[in-house]
């Protein structure tokens, strides 16, 4: 991927989620919700402040990571998706 996002800015791939509910009941493609997981593939430099000086992201690529159901705005490079949003609509960093 060749796309470098700005600012405080971070680049989310969605982690498709499982097709089949923990009972064994197989979710047809029209009911399935959108995933609020996804893997970090790129982050910006970061946030000024107001003297001008840069702080850098919480989050790092290769972060899995939880985010709001409508966050980010929806961009597509090379036939694949991606979600850019800020870091402050990140809920949260997943622990390995």
Do not use: C, N
């Amino acid at each position: 991927m060749k796309f470098r996002p700005l600012h405080d800015r971070v680049v989310v791939k969605r982690i498709e989620q499982e097709g089949k509910s923990k009972g064994g009941i197989i979710i047809p493609d029209t009911a399935k919700e959108k995933p609020q997981e996804g893997e970090v593939i790129a982050v910006g430099p970061g946030a000024r402040d107001e003297a001008g000086k840069i702080h850098a992201l919480d989050v790092k690529v290769g972060d899995r990571v939880l985010f709001g159901k409508w966050s980010g705005t929806e961009i597509k490079i090379d036939d694949v998706d991606y979600l850019v949003m800020k870091e402050s609509d990140i809920v949260g960093v997943i622990a390995a």
